[in-house]
């Protein structure tokens, strides 16, 4: 008996698969490291007493600023240089020949770093400052480590086989797991620019919320040593 395909498959869905795989173990390590680096500038500055001279000329939001956002630069200029690095050496061998997937998750991938580097990060200092010490730094750190690590993981495991799973479609939405599923299921072709402007619009609104957060955190906790700063008790206090 003859078999009818309805929907003829996608000669190019390997390479979109390779290039979402791609971008995604770009993201997660990019946020994962230089998030942990600015939980752990801001340790090293507390430790010693660094940041008691420089807030004697500039204000907790300004030395917080600063530092996101030099290291976020950083982490950007390391991600486009492997991005290119990847994309031309795919291009070069013949491995890739759909470069409108390559280019379009390049975007995606740059786009979504940054919203994500500032909700991350601005989480990793908030903790960071509640320590004094490096020893204690990666008990405060790992929930964040989990919370990436999360849809990290779903993406490689939920997308492969059904680019269309349920799960991974909701999860493309939610803050804190949209910057690593919508960019996948972008380059797979299952999400289009509309819900990734949506995905995108409710991340900056919660960027927004946890800066906010974020930064009355370091800034009642930054100038105390000692004994762990709870987060209760930094956000309470009246500092």
Known sequence: MAVETLEPADADRGQRLAVAFVGTFLLFFSLSGYGSLVATGVVEEKQSR????LL???KPWQ???GKIAGLGAVGLLQLVILSVICGVGAAATG???VPG???GMFVMVVVWYLIGFFLYASLYAAVGSTVSRQEELQSVVAPMIFLLLIPFVLTLNLLPSDPRNGVATVLSFVPFFSQTVMPARYALGVASIGEVLVAAALALVTIVV???LAGRIYRNSVLRTGARVSLREALNSRN
Not at 50 to 53: P, T
């Open 50 to 53: 660094v940041v008691e001279l």
């Open 56 to 58: 004697a000329t500039i």
């Open 63 to 65: 030395l917080l600023a």
């Open 95 to 97: 491995l890739l020949t």
């Open 101 to 103: 997937a390559a280019v």
């Open 210 to 212: 946890v800066v906010r």
